[in-house]
């Protein structure tokens, strides 16, 4: 009898520590994706980088938009209504079609910089993206470990028991 219960203190105590195991390893992969969400590395912008964000930001802006528009339609009523030899840019205004001309080859290449740094944001967020699902994937395994292990613990509990049970009829038919 004491053997028995020797045996099945054993088996207990073998049962907790894969519970463990699993729980510890777990643990460990579950920090090490942690980490790498909460301490991404810092990005480092130079002074043209942070330009190219502020008029990417402004030139992509209703306030740009409106102001510009505010800009021209002024340029061209002075242009318009001036005396002759006051105004500046007579019609068909060309000093403004040279200013926005270069207004629009400076801006496009600036605006192509601040989209490619966003397009590197996204690719991170991604990244991170998937390092939570590897996450919740390394969850998911730990806890089909953890159910495999809790039946394989539940059979092996129940072939003993049958076994006894089988001795126990055994004995009695003797008896009889």
């Known amino acids: 009898m004491d053997k028995d219960i020797t045996n099945l203190l054993d088996a207990e105590n073998d049962h907790i520590k894969k519970l463990q195991e699993i729980v510890r390893k777990t643990i460990e992969d579950e920090n090490l994706i942690i980490q790498n969400l909460l301490n991404p ?21 209703w306030a740009f938009i409106i102001s510009f528009f505010i800009i021209l339609a002024i340029w061209i009523t002075f242009n318009v209504t001036a005396p002759k030899g006051d105004e500046f840019d007579p019609y068909p ?44 994937e390394l969850e998911i395994r730990s806890l089909n470990q953890k159910l495999d292990l809790l039946l394989q613990e539940q ?20 008896k009889l």
Request: charged share 25%; net charge positive; with cysteine.
């Open 155 to 174: 059979i092996k509990v129940l072939f003993e028991s049958q076994a006894k049970q089988m001795e126990i009829l055994k004995s009695i038919e003797s």
């Open 41 to 61: 590395p810092k990005e480092i912008l130079n002074q043209g980088q942070k330009i190219s964000d502020k008029v990417a930001k402004f030139g992509g802006s």
């Open 93 to 136: 205004f060309i000093l403004m079609n040279l200013i926005l001309s270069c207004i629009a080859a400076l801006q496009a290449p600036v605006i192509m910089m601040s989209q490619n740094r966003q397009e590197e944001k996204d690719r991170k967020r991604s990244e991170n993206d998937y390092l939570i699902n590897l996450k919740a």
